[in-house]
């Protein structure tokens, strides 16, 4: 038995579904103070929630075993998205099959005409989004006097998403006495007045604190310049190689640029924002389902409710905004028992930032380099001989093709060729910058550069600044190419730079004409001073005066 206080229709169809144990969410609330109590539960993503509160509200849906006849709905599920309603449906579905309740689902991009035929017909419980309910409630196709019990999923993230006076509008019409159920991930005040307003008594169940919501998900975290990010994404993409990869963005525009770049490099892939229909959408998750796209971009409210068992990397391209955003992201990984990885990609100023936040999350995450090149193709020869050395089973087709290789190529060429046609589809790493490169490329003087021209950056030690972020950056900024930097020297504030005396003209004017970028805000670059000139540098003392916040100065007319 998984757990003596759970109704015995439901333990059946869990049984049937191969669990063996319930998960802390689960077993908190059936338990006997839980009992017919109205309930606040913060779980993390992936912890069962979907379960544990269609098990929760069995008593008040069920008579004896089976779901009584009704016209009326006797339990509600609001969710903030169409996917987490679907999702959270069909797990109903399968839980009060053998009770024989019938689940109805009520979401925008569905045909509202089948939907009320839907109602009218009759459901036990019935699952939609604030404003598909909202719709049918105020068209009288939706009737909630009957009902039972209620349940808000995320209702954080519906608060977020503005669907307040909905979610207001739906509890308002329900009868006074039925039992409210609040799954929320974080405690914000609207959540707590809501509360207040809506519940009875609630009790409190927190799971958020449990190892549990962390065990099977490995964290790390790589620092790299801003304009590396794509670069890194490309690498870890390659590096892991996996069944499937979410990618999180933070607006619709940045989910854009990365999703034609990836399609570009040759990456099977697809893209979830709020600017895509319900079909694209429908498209996009039927093409990962089906292993004809590895990786999706999305941003946060575009990928909740995906629920896909095969999704074991999940890569933080845009920082999320608080410890709960990550680890809502992080959820798409690691889900009923499976291992996932999740990456945040850092760029070097905002290092401490996050470290701040996974000690707020108590999550203790590796600090990696991005994988290089090198390293990408050695996990690709490894993969590869593991490939060709599974078992497959041949046809007399595939046999004859063999033996004529044989006749015509030699072995080494036959292997060759293999190889070739099965890295076709293997997009190429990119090359950064590695940590053991930087000193010996850019910390000593370089030959070729006599007559070089000094400049100066407000970012020194003090701002994490290191030559694989600044020369990117400088780069970008001066519109040169790589090899027209010299050494670059980091002092406590500041940060000097060598410019071949060639370039120079161009770099100032560049320089004058560039628009500082958002994430590089405050930076200032301008020629140093002679006086300034780190001939003397000394990397234990470094310069204690303060950066100069100007333009680069126009030289003076003659004249």
């Given at each position: 038995m998984l757990h003596p206080k759970l109704h015995?229709?439901?333990?059946?169809?869990?049984?049937?579904?191969?669990?063996?144990e319930l998960t802390p969410v689960q077993s908190a609330v059936i338990a006997e103070e839980a009992h017919g109590r109205d309930l606040i539960v913060s779980a993390k993503t992936g912890s069962g929630k979907t379960v544990a509160f269609g098990a929760a509200i069995a008593a008040e849906l069920l008579e004896a075993d089976r779901a009584p006849f009704t016209r009326t709905p006797l339990g509600l599920v609001i969710a903030p998205t169409r996917e987490l309603a679907i999702q959270v449906s069909r797990e109903l579905d399968w839980l009060y099959a053998n009770a024989g309740a019938r689940v109805v689902t009520c979401v925008g991009g569905m045909d509202p005409i089948k939907e009320r035929r839907a109602l009218t017909g009759g459901a036990h419980i019935v699952v939609g989004t604030p404003g598909r309910l909202r719709d049918h409630l105020e068209r009288c196709a939706l009737d909630l006097s009957s009902l039972r019990a209620v349940v808000l999923d995320e209702a954080d993230e519906m608060l977020d998403m503005g669907f307040r006076e909905e979610l207001e509008e739906i509890l308002d019409a329900t009868p006074p006495e039925r039992r409210t159920l609040l799954f929320s991930a974080t405690m914000p005040r609207p959540i707590v007045a809501l509360a207040k307003r809506y519940q009875k008594d609630a009790l409190r169940i927190e799971t958020l604190g449990d190892k549990e919501g962390h065990q099977d998900i490995a964290y790390q975290a790589v620092a790299v310049s801003p304009t590396d990010i794509e670069h890194a994404v490309v690498n870890l993409l390659r590096f892991h190689d996996a069944e499937t990869a979410i990618l999180f963005c933070a607006t619709r525009d940045a989910v854009r640029r990365l999703h034609a770049s990836l399609t570009e490099r040759g990456f099977h892939s697809v893209a979830l924002s709020g600017e895509h229909s319900q079909n694209e959408r429908n498209a996009a998750l039927q093409a990962l389902r089906d292993q004809r796209?590895?990786?999706?971009?999305?941003?946060?409210?575009a990928a909740r409710g995906i629920d896909l068992p095969s999704v074991s990397l999940v890569v933080h391209v845009e920082l999320p905004r608080d410890a709960e955003a990550l680890q809502h992201r992080s959820?798409?990984?690691?889900?009923?028992?499976?291992?996932?990885?999740?990456?945040?990609?850092v760029p070097y100023q905002r290092r401490r930032r996050v470290e701040g936040m996974l000690r707020g999350a108590r999550i203790a995450a590796e600090w990696i380099e991005v994988p290089t090149a090198a390293e990408i193709r050695v996990k690709d020869r490894d993969r590869l001989l593991a490939q060709l050395a599974e078992p497959v089973e041949l046809e007399d087709e595939d046999r004859d093709l063999a033996q004529q290789l044989g006749k015509q190529l030699a072995p080494e060429a036959i292997a060759a060729a293999l190889v070739r046609a099965l890295r076709t589809d293997m997009?190429?790493?990119?090359?950064?910058?590695?940590?053991?490169?930087?000193s010996e490329a850019r910390e000593g003087p370089r030959p070729g550069f006599a007559g070089a021209n000094w400049f100066k950056l407000n970012a020194g030690r003090r701002h994490n600044a290191d030559p694989r972020w600044l020369l990117p950056l400088i780069c970008r900024y001066g519109h040169v190419g790589r090899t027209e930097i010299g050494a670059i020297r980091i002092a406590a504030n500041e940060s000097y730079f060598q410019v071949s005396e060639g370039a120079t003209p161009s770099f100032v004017k560049a320089l004058r004409r560039a628009t500082i970028a958002p994430e590089d805000q405050g930076l200032v670059i301008e020629p140093a001073e002679p006086r300034e000139k780190p001939s003397n540098y000394r990397p234990e003392q470094g310069y204690e005066k303060p950066a100069k916040i100007r333009k680069p100065r126009k030289p003076k007319q003659a004249g």
């Open positions: 015995s229709a439901l333990a059946e169809a869990i049984d049937a579904r191969g669990y063996t796209a590895r990786v999706c971009v999305a941003t946060d409210v959820g798409r990984t690691g889900r009923a028992g499976r291992k996932g990885t999740a990456v945040l990609i997009p190429a790493p990119e090359d950064i910058l590695g940590p053991g490169e930087r």
